[in-house]
């Protein structure tokens, strides 16, 4: 059974820094999608980055609303992967979920939840003053 454990979400002000990590245990999918959605209340899932073997290597990517200000890497010897987000901001308010695909995404499917064989709990992240 795959597991993935998240870790480091929190509070901050306006233009904070925080890191999230998202370990996932049971098996080793280097060859997969690793990385993270968010979901603000009373709004839908939405795709925030991912780290995706691209069958010749490894590449990201990243939602519009987070490109520059967060940073996904992936240690594959930790099957971990982490979100660094900086210059945070009150709308990226929202409950932050790991996700991992065992497959190889075309990037047209990268932001669609179903394709993703594994979620963590959720940790939340608040921006507020």
């Known amino acids: 059974q795959v597991q993935l454990a998240e870790s480091g979400g929190g509070s901050v002000q306006p233009g904070g820094s925080l890191r999230l990590s998202c370990a996932a245990s049971?098996?080793?999918?280097?060859?997969?999608?690793m990385g993270w959605f968010r979901q603000a209340p009373g709004k839908e899932r939405q795709f925030v980055a991912v780290?995706?073997?691209?069958?010749?290597?490894?590449?990201?990517y990243y939602s519009d609303d987070v490109r520059g200000r967060f940073s996904i890497s992936r240690d594959k010897t930790k099957n971990t992967v982490y979100l660094q987000m900086n210059n945070l901001k009150t709308e990226d308010t929202a409950v932050y979920s790991c996700?991992?695909?065992?497959?190889?995404?075309?990037?047209?499917?990268?932001?669609?939840?179903?394709?993703?064989?594994?979620w963590g709990q959720g940790t939340q992240i608040t921006v507020s003053s």
């Open positions: 049971g098996r080793t999918f280097n060859n997969g999608v």
């Open positions: 780290h995706r073997w691209s069958g010749g290597g490894y590449d990201t």
């Open positions: 996700a991992l695909s065992s497959r190889r995404l075309i990037v047209s499917r990268l932001g669609v939840t179903g394709d993703y064989d594994y």
